[in-house]
């Protein structure tokens, strides 16, 4: 069940492990082979750029859509601190080299975790990067001052749900207890402009209401493909990106003040949860943002949007890519 027709799954062996490669060769009208990779976020999989990779290959991009370490068919390390920004940006990289060749920049798409490792790999290795289209997440400046997880709690309590995620197998346990389909539907059906609480034993309480509006593109195919990935996988692999939160801030500590030097366009919906977090929209709108990323083209806030905008509304996203991408051929 690969979700789409004509596309190519592959596993490369990159950086020490087995990664599992969706890909839609280019075609269409330049068929100029550029590619574009795509690097997705939680609870997601190389299936989340579906819509993406369809549009974009055929006007001429070959459209590659990795599963990141710990998800879906790639290898999921077992230890918690393999899985920190250098682990994961060391795939993307080698991963870059084995389609483009060691001397070849590529296009990057990102989105929620997969925005954070597209940041550190602009951060570490710029050359790689012809040009970025992130969204939902924005660069995040190192603070020297304050340590996330610690933080988080201090802003949002222990029921925030990074703060839930971080004892291992703690909440992994309570997602078996409800079941994969369930905890998988609530994630991508949340559209609430504030933050996920998950209380021990009650988790992901709202109304029926909230789950069914905000549902319409999400199909129970789609959903049937995610299920069938994490029964097999679980989710420890990909908590386990933010039980590295804190480790990622020391290891990061040479990095304090980089900027990213790789021209960008970011989007956002106005719903998403990440963008109504205390602090952002002042960061975004004020100018915090333009001095971390000075080549930063334009930000894109959707109306009415949430926070999985690429499948809630792909089309807009599918044409900001395309355009953006343009102006680098």
């Not at 000075?294 to 509304?313: A, I, K, M, S």
Request: aromatic share 12%; charged share 25%; net charge negative.
């Amino acid at each position: 069940m690969s979700g789409l027709d004509g596309v190519e799954h592959k596993t490369l062996r990159v950086n020490g492990i087995n990664m599992h490669v969706a890909e839609i060769p280019a075609s269409g009208p330049g068929k100029d082979h550029q590619i574009i990779l795509f690097i997705h976020g939680f609870p997601e999989l190389w299936y989340t750029w579906r819509h993406q990779m369809t549009a974009l290959s055929s006007l001429g991009y070959r459209a590659i859509a990795p599963d990141l370490r710990g998800y879906g068919d790639t290898d999921a390390p077992e230890k918690v601190e393999e899985y920190t920004y250098f682990n994961v940006v060391g795939d993307v990289v080698a991963l870059i080299d084995a389609v483009a060749g060691g001397d070849e920049a590529v296009f990057v798409v990102g989105h929620d975790w997969g925005a954070l490792i597209a940041w550190q790999l602009c951060v570490y290795r710029p050359e790689k990067v012809k040009a970025l289209v992130n969204m939902s997440v924005a660069f995040p400046p190192r603070n020297q001052d304050c340590v996330p997880i610690p933080t988080l709690r201090r802003v949002f309590g222990d029921d925030y749900y990074i703060c839930r995620f971080q004892k291992p197998g703690e909440i992994e346990a309570e997602f078996k207890e409800l079941g994969t389909e369930k905890v998988l539907k609530e994630f991508f059906t949340y559209k609430t402009a504030g933050p996920l609480y998950l209380p021990k034993g009650n988790l992901f309480k709202r109304s029926e209401n909230a789950a069914s509006a905000s549902k319409q593109w999400l199909t129970q195919e789609d959903l049937d493909y995610y299920v069938i990935k994490y029964e097999k996988k679980g989710f420890t692999g990909a908590i386990n990106y933010y039980r590295n939160m804190d480790r990622n801030w020391e290891l990061t500590a040479p990095w304090t003040g980089a900027k990213i030097s790789v021209p960008v366009k970011f989007i956002v919906g106005d719903q998403d949860l990440t963008y109504n977090k205390p602090g952002i929209k002042e960061y975004i709108h004020g100018g915090g943002f333009k001095r971390d990323v000075p080549l930063l083209d334009e930000t894109v806030v959707l109306n009415g949007v949430g926070h999985f905008l690429h499948e809630e509304n792909p089309d807009v996203i599918n044409q900001h890519i395309h355009s953006f991408f343009q102006k680098f051929l």
